[in-house]
C-alpha cells in the first residue's frame, strides 16, 4: 500500500499539472494501492475550489483511509526528535504522514523533498513509480 501525499493529489488536480505524476496516481488508483490519511484530507479536501470537492470525495471515499489517533501522533513525536536531533525542523503534518505510513509499513507518494529527508531518519520509505509511471510493488533492498 502507499500513502499518497496531499502534493501528489493537488498537483494531479491541476489542469497543467506534471503528467508523469498524473499517470503514476492512476496507476496507484487501478491498482488499488492507494491510501490516504486525515492530515491528508484536511489539506486536500479542506483546499478544494467547491467545484471539485464532490469528485474528490468520490474518489476518497473508495480508497483505503486511516484516521490518525494516538499511536500515530507518538510515532510522529518520535520522528520529530529524531529529526530535531539531526537537525530538520519539519512541518507536522509531514511528520505525521511518514509516521502513519511507516507504522504500516506502508510508502509514501509525495512530491514534498521532506519526506525524503524523514525516510531516512526512520519515517517511511519513499514511493517510487515504475517505468512510465506504471505500479512499482514493493520493491526488496
Same mark, same amino acid.
Given at each position: 500500500?502507499?500513502?499518497?501525499? &496531499?502534493?501528489?493529489?493537488?498537483? #494531479?488536480?491541476?489542469?497543467?499539472?506534471? %503528467?508523469?505524476?498524473?499517470? !503514476?496516481?492512476?496507476?496507484?488508483?487501478?491498482?488499488?494501492? #492507494?491510501?490516504?490519511?486525515?492530515?491528508?484530507? %484536511?489539506?486536500?479536501?479542506?483546499?478544494?475550489?467547491?467545484?471539485?470537492?464532490?469528485? %474528490?470525495?468520490?474518489? =476518497? /471515499?473508495?480508497?483505503?483511509?486511516?484516521?490518525?489517533?494516538?499511536?500515530?501522533?507518538?510515532?510522529?513525536? #518520535?520522528?520529530?526528535?529524531?529529526?530535531?536531533?539531526? /537537525?530538520?525542523?519539519?512541518?507536522?503534518?509531514?511528520? +505525521?504522514? &511518514? !509516521?502513519?505510513? @511507516?507504522?504500516? /509499513?506502508?510508502?509514501? =507518494? &509525495?512530491?514534498?523533498?521532506? =519526506? @525524503?529527508?524523514? @525516510?531516512? +531518519? /526512520?519515517?517511511?520509505? %519513499?514511493?517510487?513509480?515504475?517505468?512510465?509511471? &506504471?505500479?512499482?510493488?514493493?520493491?526488496?533492498?
Amino acid at each position: 500500500m502507499v500513502l499518497v501525499d &496531499s502534493s501528489v493529489w493537488i498537483e #494531479a488536480a491541476r489542469r497543467q499539472g506534471d %503528467l508523469a505524476t498524473k499517470v !503514476a496516481l492512476r496507476a496507484l488508483l487501478d491498482e488499488y494501492e #492507494a491510501a490516504w490519511c486525515s492530515p491528508v484530507k %484536511l489539506e486536500v479536501l479542506g483546499g478544494a475550489r467547491r467545484e471539485e470537492r464532490r469528485a %474528490l470525495e468520490m474518489v =476518497f /471515499g473508495v480508497i483505503p483511509y486511516v484516521a490518525c489517533g494516538e499511536p500515530e501522533w507518538d510515532a510522529a513525536k #518520535a520522528l520529530a526528535w529524531r529529526a530535531r536531533e539531526a /537537525g530538520h525542523a519539519l512541518p507536522w503534518n509531514d511528520l +505525521l504522514i &511518514s !509516521a502513519t505510513a @511507516a507504522a504500516r /509499513g506502508w510508502r509514501v =507518494f &509525495s512530491r514534498d523533498a521532506h =519526506f @525524503a529527508t524523514l @525516510a531516512g +531518519l /526512520g519515517g517511511a520509505p %519513499l514511493y517510487q513509480p515504475g517505468y512510465g509511471g &506504471s505500479y512499482q510493488g514493493d520493491v526488496e533492498g
